[in-house]
Nanobody, 125 residues
Framework: QVQLVESGGGLVQPGGSLRLSCAAS????????MAWFRQAPGKEREFVASISWNGGSTYYVDSVKGRFTISRDNAKNTMYLQMSSLEPEDTAVYYC??????????????????WGQGTQVTGSS
């Protein structure tokens, strides 16, 4: 059974940095993609970034390019999202997700079969 557990959320001032982690376990797929999504109050869940099983392919939504970096440590079965230059608009619950197909870029939430419980990131002045 696939389990995804996010951590690292918190309160951060505008311009600050934060690193989210997603610890994954229980999957047997040889090829898969993992992603970060976020959902602000009253809004739909939004794609943030994705990474391939070997880390060789990454993709970002335009609004976070140059500020966020997705990475993974396969030895630890953990994916990360390093966020810098945070803006109030980045306030949301951040979710990690996993899919087992081999399509390189999927930005819709419905394309992912496995989800974590989410971690709150709040920008505060």
């Amino acid at each position: 059974q696939v389990q995804l557990v996010e951590s690292g959320g918190g309160l951060v001032q505008p311009g600050g940095s934060l690193r989210l982690s997603c610890a994954a376990s229980g999957w047997t797929f040889r090829r898969y993609y993992m992603a970060w999504f976020r959902q602000a109050p009253g809004k739909e869940r939004e794609f943030v970034a994705s990474i391939s099983w070997n880390g060789g392919s990454t993709y970002y939504v335009d609004s976070v390019k140059g500020r966020f970096t997705i990475s993974r440590d396969n030895a630890k079965n953990t994916m990360y999202l390093q966020m810098s230059s945070l803006e109030p608009e980045d306030t949301a619950v951040y979710y990690c997700a996993l899919r087992s197909d081999i399509v390189e870029v999927v930005t819709t939430a419905s394309g992912y079969s496995y989800w974590g419980q989410g971690t709150q990131v709040t920008g505060s002045s």
